[in-house]
């Protein structure tokens, strides 16, 4: 392909991709495939000589559409949003084209300091304090991470090497070794999955703190779990605050814990994954309060903020804590500015070596909805999150399960478990709306996320119209049953 057909084939793939995604909502939002589905679709092995673009481009609908689960549609209320964009959608095509390779300032001095500068846009949108800036000659600053997993793991990490830096100055005769087997992370019982996965690989203990009738951990909870500890030789280190959590999006109480992870010599971060574009909004900044006792804070564009995966955006109060953590120089990657203080090389702040020209997509989205318009879309979604509420709450058959804040409802009918299982089976079965569950205190519960861009009071009215009359026929069959029984 040359120049000549790529801008052809280019103009055909945009206008395929601005035709799925407006007419998206025609398309049935789960597939109906099974395990196993494309392999036979597809030859054993590639070819021996090149296709043409007109057999590769006709096998996405007949093999790849099939086969997706459509994220961007109005109907898909599962997981969280993913968010997309044109103006990010064009970015990434501009990313793709200059192809950088940003591991250091060196690799492409235009990746590394546009991304700084939009870590400090975006960190002045939600009001972190000046500490978390790079400004023009701060200690702290924020990077792009491919996922806030990836985060909560590099804040570990740090965290650990820090820890066992001042213990071993404290206590010269402890290995290594020794230090490591008594070092315990902490965490919500509401935390998501990824903090324990990192400690798993970070190989340290990893603690849940209970939470209390709202979902939230509080500052007594922290402490009689770090006292129990301590008077057993345990050495606490880390601590994970959750704002917005992945079953009901509920906030760590930041005020009550900050003040006691700063005395205990506790590296705190905080992953607010989904909620933190929500406070880039004045009314709901309260719930980022407490953050100036935060060592590293996390959130994604790429779920709420219309900037399309992957754009985790991550900021830590001194970035000397991750580079003394993962700072190696083999020759071959040192340049002539790195000793200057006047650089960053973002190598030293992440897992892997090599990261994407990431920052033009938020580059392009901040200017091009600006932040009335990035405000705008958050409330809109909070708004419809509370038209579903209502819908539900008219109705004496279901409860909500969890306050609604931030476009998530926590909803269940009252009964069983297996009584709601049978609900979300149906639902999802039906394939006209897609939901997932989760467990809050044992019972189970269906989420009802606002995810889509162009979701609309009428996907919701529809939504909630399929599920009610779906839990009627189930709630007759589950009556005749109970009957003959």
Not at 230 to 235: D, E, N, P, R, V
Request: aromatic content about 10%; some cysteine.
């Amino acid at each position: 392909m040359d120049a000549a057909e790529f801008r052809k084939r280019g103009k055909e793939m945009v206008d395929y991709i601005a035709d799925y995604l407006e007419k998206i909502d025609k398309r049935q939002v789960f597939p109906d495939v099974e395990p196993g589905y494309l392999r036979p679709l597809i030859p054993d092995c590639a070819p021996q000589d090149p296709e043409s673009f007109e057999d590769v481009f006709k096998d996405i609908e007949k093999i790849i559409m099939p086969g997706v689960t459509h994220w961007h549609s109005p109907y898909f209320f599962a997981y969280f949003p993913a968010a997309s964009s044109f103006p990010a959608l064009l970015a990434d095509m501009l990313c793709g084209g200059i192809g950088c390779v940003g591991f250091s300032w060196a690799a492409s001095p235009a990746c590394t300091e546009l991304e700084t500068v939009m870590l400090d846009w975006l960190g002045k949108m939600v009001g972190l304090p000046e500490e978390f800036l790079a400004g023009k000659d701060g200690q702290g600053g924020g990077v792009i991470q491919g996922s806030a997993s990836e985060a909560t793991l590099i804040s570990l990490l740090a965290a650990r090497t820090k820890a066992i830096s001042r213990v071993q100055s404290e206590n010269p005769e402890l290995t290594e070794a020794e230090i490591m087997g008594r070092l315990v992370a902490y965490a919500s019982d509401q935390a998501h999955s990824s903090v324990e996965r990192a400690a798993l690989i970070g190989g340290v203990k990893i603690k849940n703190v209970s939470s209390d009738d709202t979902f939230s951990v509080c500052g007594s909870a922290l402490k009689k779990v770090l006292d129990e500890d301590k008077a057993s030789g345990l050495i606490p280190f880390f601590f994970c605050a959750t704002l917005g959590t992945t079953t009901c999006c509920s906030f760590d109480k930041l005020l009550e814990l900050g003040p006691i992870c700063n005395k205990e010599n506790i590296w705190m971060h905080i992953d607010a994954a989904y909620a933190g574009s929500a406070f880039i909004c004045p009314e709901f900044r309260h719930f980022l309060n407490g953050v100036e006792f935060a060592d590293s804070f996390n959130f994604n564009p790429h779920k709420w903020l219309l900037v399309n995966f992957d754009c985790s955006a991550m900021w830590v109060k001194k970035r000397s804590d991750l580079t003394g953590a993962f700072k190696l120089e083999p020759l071959y990657l040192q340049h002539h500015h790195q000793e200057s203080g006047l650089v960053t090389d973002y190598r030293h702040w992440q897992i892997p070596l090599g990261r994407r020209f990431r920052s033009l997509k938020l580059w392009f989205v901040l200017r091009m909805y600006g932040v009335t318009g990035l405000q705008e879309h958050i409330r809109k979604h909070v708004r419809l999150s509370h038209l579903f509420e209502n819908l539900v709450l008219q109705d004496e058959r279901f409860e909500i399960c969890a306050e609604v804040v931030l476009g998530l409802v926590c909803f269940r009918l009252k009964g069983s478990n297996e009584l709601n299982e049978a609900l979300l089976k149906s639902i999802n079965q039906a394939k006209k709306i897609h939901l997932v569950p989760c467990y809050l205190r044992e019972k189970f519960v269906l989420r009802f996320a606002i995810c889509s861009r162009t979701v609309e009071s009428t996907h919701i009215k529809f939504a909630w119209q399929h599920i009610s009359q779906l839990a009627t026929n189930l709630l007759k069959t589950w009556e005749q049953n109970h009957q003959q029984q």
